[in-house]
């Protein structure tokens, strides 16, 4: 997606660790248009797959799956990260690792909202090791409902998440992804 490709040279910064800071239109100031542009590319590319429900992760997916939900119109859930007495007792539960916090953590998706009569696209901003849409993947089981696919805004290829996801049968579309970050360039593929 050549816009989303402009916009990561122009606002984008590479920090130590290969980190890509695309804080300024993603994920902490949002950049509504852009948003709307990428909930319209995802629509195109699954189209034709019946999607029920968009899965996604707090708190960074979820300004992109609501955009991309209303594309499908259908409903955008999102695994929570934090147990909260609103959280109904009955979830689907997974453990996470966060490349960018260093940590685990437990993700919850009340079971009331996801089933065996859903068909799931996983929604997320970055795609590096493939933790976090392992998890979601696992959320998506455990409901036995049926994965269709994973809509990635951007993918580090260099870290691979997105190869062995791919390899292991899963169907992965990444709008933008990048190669290398190698002395603060930001290189695509």
Known sequence: MELLKEKILKEGRVEEGNILKVDSFLNHQLDIELLNEIGKEFKK???????TKILTIETSGIAIGAITAQYFNVPVLFARKTESKNLDNETYESNVYSYTKEKNYKIRVA????????????IDDFLANGKALLGLIDITKQAKATLVGAGIVIEKGFQHGGDNLRNNGIRVDSLAIIDSLEDGKIVFR
């Open 45 to 51: 590319r699954f189209k034709n797959e019946n999607i």
């Open 111 to 122: 079971e009331r909202y996801l089933n065996e009569n859903d068909r799931v696209l996983l």
